[in-house]
């Protein structure tokens, strides 16, 4: 069973948004951060962003001011909203959250292919 399930992703010309959501089955706690990872290819995955409980939210320098994190906790879900995108952010983009017990949880991932 997938514990975490994001969508979203796809292809779109730099300077498009894409808007990825994660969503959350109920083994995920919403008493910790959640955040998004993406892995280019060739290299090692990257944080991308985090929002805490009370959505409080970081971002990686090269996509703060592009880039949105929100969650909705009736939904259990998170998303990011993706905007002015740049090939450099082509990617497969990772979900994670923890359980109550705080053990990391990852999704299966999404791609998003930003084309020049």
């Known amino acids: 069973q997938a514990h975490l399930v994001e969508s979203g992703g796809g292809l779109v010309q730099a300077g498009g948004s894409l808007r990825l959501s994660c969503a959350a089955s109920?083994?995920?706690?919403?008493?910790?951060?959640m955040g998004w990872y993406r892995q280019a290819p060739g290299k090692q995955r990257e944080w991308v962003a985090t929002?805490?409980?009370?959505?409080?939210?970081n971002y990686l320098d090269s996509v703060q001011g592009r880039f949105t994190i929100s969650r909705d906790n009736d939904k259990n879900t998170i998303y990011l909203q993706m905007d002015s995108l740049k090939p450099e952010d082509t990617g497969i983009y990772y979900c994670?959250?923890?359980?109550?017990?705080?053990?990391?949880?990852w999704g299966q991932g999404t791609q998003v292919t930003v084309s020049s």
């Open positions: 994670n959250g923890r359980t109550v017990r705080f053990e990391a949880v």
């Open positions: 109920s083994i995920i706690s919403s008493r910790f951060p």
């Open positions: 929002i805490t409980n009370d959505r409080t939210t």
